[in-house]
């Protein structure tokens, strides 16, 4: 049984009514399309333990949808706290590197001897005189 409707629908044992739909019919149907065994006058058990499966309509369809987008929500929640984590690791590391390198070639060009502390104070003293010289336009 398909249920298009869009609550589930619950059959009970010795339930005296239930929803049944009949159709016109606009022409003699053939033979084999014949109904000539006797009528079913109650619904056995085997039908009813049968339809205690999954039910198949736009309620539990729109439900399925909504439990998979909470998980799929929640997932990548789970991989963005992830990539925010590997990010910050990331810039760390880098920021780690260049402080590295810069502390290296200060060091290195230290120890050359090629700059003092003499021509430190030489470079200071030219951009402090540059700085308090008005500087001529043409």
Same mark, same amino acid.
């Given at each position: 049984?398909?249920?298009?409707? +869009?609550?589930?629908?619950? *059959? ?5 009514? !239930?929803?049944?739909?009949? #159709? &016109? ?33 736009l309620? +539990?369809i729109?439900?399925? *949808?909504?439990?998979t987008?909470?998980? !799929?929500?929640?997932?990548? #929640? &789970?991989i963005?706290?992830n ?5 910050f690791?990331?810039r ?10 810069i ?7 230290w120890?050359?001897?090629e700059?003092?502390?003499?021509k ?10 540059? #700085? ?7």
């Amino acid at each position: 049984m398909f249920n298009a409707g +869009s609550l589930p629908v619950h *059959l009970f044992e010795n339930d005296a009514l !239930f929803k049944i739909w009949f #159709a &016109d019919m606009d022409r003699e149907s053939g033979v084999k399309y014949l109904f000539d065994k006797p009528g079913a006058n109650e619904i056995s058990n085997d039908l009813v333990r049968g339809m205690s499966r999954e039910i198949l309509s736009l309620q +539990s369809i729109s439900e399925k *949808l909504r439990d998979t987008e909470t998980s !799929f929500n929640t997932k990548v #929640a &789970d991989i963005k706290a992830n990539l925010d984590n590997m990010h910050f690791m990331w810039r760390a590391i880098n920021l780690a590197l260049v402080v590295a390198v810069i502390t290296w070639g200060a060091g290195a060009i230290w120890r050359s001897g090629e700059y003092t502390s003499e021509k430190f104070h030489q470079v200071g003293d030219a951009i402090r005189g540059a #700085a308090s010289t008005p500087s001529k336009r043409d």
